[in-house]
């Protein structure tokens, strides 16, 4: 009796995949560079084809990690190669990395826990190619209760009116805010807009008995408060 065939062997892209899960398994992300662990997340959305070139793709054009799964759908669909699938892969992995860091804030004073609200609100606005203006909500103890994007605009410009801020503050019984915006060009200096528009906000919020305790302005990697720069 002729002995019997080996078991065929899975196409490469299939075997390396499986390496590729079980090492992420054992050793965690740290286990794998930035590409190796995108590939993972491509898997999501490109089940049956070789992933790594794409990796490497949109690493390439974006440069880093976070900016690759923070990018604008718009932007990814114009790396070829880049499916529908793929683009749902990624911006899901932002939206649970935001919903994770906003959970680890939420009830907390966020006074005294200024550092973890400035990560969640880089990880949630410091790698955006166009402007966003914010507002995280605060009850009366302080404590992080709601955040909203109240206006989104162009790569320098966001538009932002008093009225719909305290609308806000006012339909969620917020005691006291801070406001957020980001810089997409990086350097997060206020400018003369910046600072009229928040002492708008604050003048009007403390007729209504709801207090403005900062300003903060996201950068890439740098950050400027408007409470520390003695701007409110």
């Known amino acids: 009796m002729p002995p019997?065939?080996?078991?065929?062997?899975?196409?490469g892209h299939t075997g390396h995949r499986q390496r590729l899960k079980q090492r992420f398994l054992e050793g965690g992300a740290d286990a794998l560079p930035d590409y190796e662990l995108l590939e993972l997340i491509l898997?999501?959305?490109?089940?049956?084809?070789?992933?790594?070139?794409?990796a490497k793709?949109?690493?390439?054009?974006?440069?880093?990690?976070?900016?690759?799964v923070s990018a604008d759908p718009a932007r990814l669909r114009k790396v070829t190669g880049v499916t529908p699938g793929a683009v749902t892969a990624l911006k899901t992995v932002a939206a649970a990395a935001h919903r994770?860091?906003?959970?680890?804030?939420?009830?907390?004073?966020?006074?005294?826990?200024?550092?973890?609200?400035?990560?969640?609100?880089?990880s949630r606005m410091g790698f955006e190619g166009k402007e966003q203006f914010r507002v995280l909500l605060l009850d009366k103890k302080n404590a992080l209760v709601h955040d909203h994007e109240v206006a989104r605009g162009t790569v320098d410009h966001v538009p932002v009116y008093v009225?719909?801020?305290?609308?806000?503050?006012?339909?969620r019984n917020a005691s006291a805010m801070i406001l957020v915006h980001n810089h997409p060009s990086g350097d997060p200096t206020p400018s003369a807009a910046d600072i009229t528009m928040t002492r708008e906000i604050r003048d009007a919020a403390q007729k209504l008995g709801i207090t403005v305790h900062d300003h903060l302005v996201i950068g890439r990697g740098r950050h400027v408060s408007f409470r520390a720069q003695g701007l409110l």
């Open 57 to 68: 793709a949109l690493l390439a054009e974006f440069k880093t990690f976070a900016d690759v």
């Open 100 to 122: 994770l860091k906003f959970g680890q804030i939420r009830k907390q004073d966020v006074l005294s826990s200024l550092e973890q609200v400035l990560d969640y609100c880089v």
């Open 163 to 171: 009225r719909e801020v305290l609308s806000l503050a006012l339909e």
């Open 43 to 54: 898997f999501l959305g490109i089940p049956q084809k070789d992933t790594k070139p794409l």
């Open 4 to 11: 019997e065939a080996p078991p065929p062997r899975p196409p």
